[in-house]
């Protein structure tokens, strides 16, 4: 445990705004910038692309396989974060997973709520299909609601009965916009990133009065049956930390595999701190090494 490393972390936290407590245009740009604060590599290649009139970005490290994706969700509660603040995140589980990754801007909240992200994401998945990439050679990603995103697809997917891919890869995800969970009142005097007010005021603009308990909004309370294998990582300071757990528990009940890392010490997506925290950098590589045993 790199306790040196987590302290100075989370004196840093302990200095900004809780999420969704500032307008939007200034939480948008506070969540770029400092994502962009860690520089991609200049080893990865970085190549922009149009996802069926959706922006994507490939990013590629050395030795990725040409036939394996990640496709990736950022996380932001549905109204801010984008490829660049989480370009080196997804950079960083190409170069581990062997895999390429291709990230997508999905539309956002309020301008685009609900169902719009689920809709970026599904066609995301269905054009890589029609790019020749073959469902098992495919995993979609996603961090917070990106997490919660990627569980909401793959269970839109299996609705529409099409091809599901190798995996679901779930950081810290966000599936229930109830906010009724235990751990969100339990959990807030811990949690250094994410208080319950400013996350539920962001679910309100994706939710646009829609039922939080709809499946494919709050994808928790979705059965499981039939779905890939899921990696699930959370931290113990999460107010989300329900979600998480929820979804191995009811998934591994009715035999999905599922891989799961709970680090009683982090924060929420501890992952994107890679440069800063050694923990952060072995818990991608976790994720990599999941992913090169499914693709294999």
């Known amino acids: 445990m790199s306790q040196q490393q987590l302290d100075k972390i989370l004196a840093i936290f302990a200095k900004q705004p809780s999420l969704g407590t500032l307008s939007l245009e200034e939480d948008r740009a506070n969540l770029d910038e400092g994502g962009a604060r860690f520089k991609v590599p200049e080893d990865v290649t970085l190549k922009p692309v149009d996802v069926d009139g959706v922006p994507g970005e490939w990013l590629i490290a050395p030795g990725a396989s040409d036939d394996k994706v990640v496709l990736y969700l950022h996380g932001g509660g549905y109204a801010i974060g984008s490829i660049t603040s989480h370009r080196y995140l997804m950079q960083n589980i190409s170069r581990h997973s062997g895999a390429k990754t291709l990230g997508i801007n999905y539309r956002l909240a309020p301008e685009n709520p609900f169902p719009a992200a689920l809709d970026d994401a599904t066609t995301a998945y269905r054009w890589l299909l ?5 469902p098992e050679n495919i995993a979609i990603g996603g961090d917070s609601a990106g997490g919660g995103l990627t ?3 793959l269970v839109n997917l299996r609705a529409n009965k099409d091809p599901l891919p190798a995996a679901g890869v779930l950081i810290s995800p966000w599936a229930d916009l109830t906010g009724e969970s235990e751990s969100v009142k339990s959990r807030a005097e811990s949690d250094p990133m994410i208080q319950p007010d400013g996350l539920y ?6 939710l646009n009065g829609e039922d939080p308990t709809n499946m494919l909004v709050s994808p928790m309370f979705a059965n499981m049956n039939g779905l890939p294998p899921l990696c699930i990582h959370v931290g113990g300071r999460e107010i989300l930390y329900d979600d998480a757990i929820t979804i191995a528990n009811k998934a591994s009940h009715v035999g999905v595999k599922v ?13 994107a701190f890679a440069p800063m925290l050694e923990e952060a950098q072995e818990a991608v590589e976790k994720i990599g090494a999941f992913l090169k045993d499914i693709f294999k």
């Open 201 to 206: 005021t962001l679910g309100a603009h994706y």
């Open 259 to 271: 891989t799961l890392l709970d680090e009683p010490e982090m924060f929420h997506v501890w992952h």
């Open 130 to 134: 029609a790019q020749g990439y073959k």
């Open 151 to 153: 569980l909401a697809t």
